[in-house]
């Protein structure tokens, strides 16, 4: 490539970025009237979900599906900030998971406050301290959360949206190298994500579950004898070398997070409704509950038991359905399990994850 036009490139490259910087600046003014004019909600999960999926089919590359979602939520996070900023509690400390999903989530523009449990991040929604809030609910290697299940079936606040994070651990430490760790901390599902990987590159180093990922991370950064397994987050935040990375067994390794606030979502065209219900005690009692779903066209896609804390010996059903619960299929086969189960309650609806 000559130089003359590298340097008519370069200046095309200039020109086009101040169209960006212009058409940005005017999608902020866009936003800030909506601000003005808008009641309710400010932050709406199903506008958010529509333009990103939209973004993602108007697409014509270089630049990936997932590139230009990525960069649009953080657009539409910025501008949301001019409407009003938001506030997003998630399960802390700052370098978690958690953390990382929140930010998926609804971009670099909120004040993201941690709290140190699930509970708490519950309370700050119910009690108005924050607008949402973050927590896990599922991993594809461990399983469910009992925690937030137990918590969702108490709180008044609603499912207004999922986040998928695809988890990478890796490990963390200030030492040179492997042979020199004398004791790895991180969360207990994280040590047990990781078993193969250590079994083979450290094995007979004691292990020690802690708190948080973060908090492994924070520890391993006060001993050079010690690692971390842990995310990228913490593993920057706290300044340690990556001694090995994507040490998870399993590959696809994903945790689900949920969106909590006063609301959920309106209907996008894809959507899950979450609920949790319970069988009176009678013979064919659970199926006919699901049954319900079957004679309207509704397709499960989960179902989770839980101990009830109500009796022993009994359980409540977490469900999730394919559809918005004002979509008239939901809505009939709703109405029909009201009619079937001994207790319902719709947890919320909410745009599927785009990313």
Known sequence: MSEDELARL?????????????????????AQRIGEVKRGPIYRPER???VLRKIAELNPGPLSGEAVQRIFREIMSWCLALEHPLKVAFLGPAGTFSESAARKHFGGAPDFLPQATIDEVFHAVEAGGVAYGI??????????????????LASSS??????????RQHFLTRAASVGEVKKIYSHSQSLAQCQDWIARHAPGVPQVA???????????????????????????????NFLASD?????????RFLVIGSHDAGSTGRDKTSLVCSAPNRPGAVFNLLEAFARHGVSMSKLESRPSRTGLWEYV????????????????????LQDRAAFVKVLGSYPVASL
């Open 10 to 30: 370069r200046a095309d490259i200039d020109r086009l970025d101040r169209e960006v910087l212009d058409r940005l600046n005017q999608r902020a003014q866009c």
């Open 48 to 50: 958010e979900a529509l």
């Open 135 to 152: 927590v896990p609910v599922e991993n594809s290697t461990e399983g469910a959360v009992g925690r937030t299940l137990d918590l969702l």
């Open 158 to 167: 609603a499912i207004c949206g999922e986040v998928k994070l695809r988890v």
């Open 210 to 240: 802690v708190a948080s990922n973060a908090e492994a991370a924070r520890l391993a950064s006060e001993d050079a004898s010690c690692a971390a397994i842990a995310g990228e987050a913490a593993g920057n935040l706290y300044e340690l």
């Open 247 to 255: 040490i998870e067994d399993d590959p696809n390794n994903t945790t």
């Open 317 to 336: 059903f977490y469900i999730d359905v394919e559809g918005n619960r004002h979509d008239e299929p939901v809505m009939k086969a709703l109405a029909d």
